[in-house]
């Protein structure tokens, strides 16, 4: 791909996730590489995934006045610390078209069922050890591609969080590994000069949409909440089917 094409490819990921996690908090990473995943290589990918959906929390954080319940987020955070370390060591070893697909079907079979099925009973076992798992799980999703908040915002609705406890446990767990995977990134030598135009295209075309998207969810109900989240979840899985299934099928 020409290098203007390109840009301006990353560019129209970076502005469409953005808004989108400026209304839903989260997946920046998912709506991001589901658009990037045709022409960006993979590893590339992941660096801008995780700078761009850092940079949307990081505006979130200083343009939103945040509170959050720390019991309630703490299990979240633990688990996904010791899942980063494992994502960022996996990424240049892990059959990423694999994984792609199975986080894809997982959304695609799930999702839709929880929006058809309104009155699923409130899941309640497991506890903290629970949501550390889904913190585990969102870490590792990290530090492999960005996408941290999926698997935990699915178990935050399994959990019936009404939307502003949830926005807030999603935000700031993102929050905490996105800094870190990036971090991680960094020291592991995946950023290198060459890709400093592209973090500047990502940055910039992440400000007035994660802005535009954080006003849009204040006047949000938590049931159009929960259908936007779902909906999203659903979108990105089928999003990431289809630019992993192909591929699977050529070898």
């Known amino acids: 791909m020409e290098p203007l094409a390109l840009y301006l490819l990353v560019a129209l990921g970076a502005a469409v996730a953005g808004f989108v996690q400026g209304l839903s908090g989260f997946a920046f990473g998912l709506v991001a590489i589901s658009i990037w995943a045709w022409t960006v290589e993979p590893r590339l990918a992941a660096v801008l995934a995780t700078f761009g959906a850092l940079t949307g929390q990081l505006i979130a954080a200083f343009s939103q006045k945040r509170s959050f319940d720390k019991r309630l987020l703490l299990p979240f955070v633990v688990g996904g610390l010791a899942g980063v370390p494992l994502g960022v060591w996996l990424l240049p070893r892990l059959d990423v078209a694999v994984f792609k697909a199975c986080l894809g079907a997982l959304l695609v079979v799930w999702c839709p069922a929880m929006l058809m099925a309104r009155n699923l009973p409130r899941v309640t076992v497991g ?3 629970a949501d550390a798992v889904a913190g585990l799980a969102g870490g590792l999703c990290s530090g492999v591609g960005g996408f941290a908040g999926a698997i935990p915002t699915l178990w935050c609705t399994l959990r019936r969080m009404d939307k502003d ?3 807030a446990v999603i935000q700031n ?3 905490a590994m996105l800094t870190v ?4 990134h ?3 030598g995946n950023v290198g000069l060459a890709m400093l135009p592209m973090l500047a ?7 007035v949409p994660v802005l535009l998207g954080a006003r849009l969810y204040v006047g ?3 049931a159009a909440f929960r259908q936007i989240v779902l909906g999203l979840l659903t979108v990105s899985g089928v999003m990431l089917l289809a630019s992993s299934v192909p591929t699977l099928l050529q070898r």
Request: proline share 0%; glycine share 12%.
């Open 201 to 207: 295209i990502v940055a910039g075309c992440v400000l």
């Open 220 to 222: 949000i109900s938590d």
């Open 181 to 184: 995977a990036f971090a991680l």
């Open 173 to 175: 767990f993102n929050l």
């Open 186 to 188: 960094l020291g592991a």
């Open 127 to 129: 506890g903290r050890a």
């Open 165 to 167: 406890a949830q926005r």
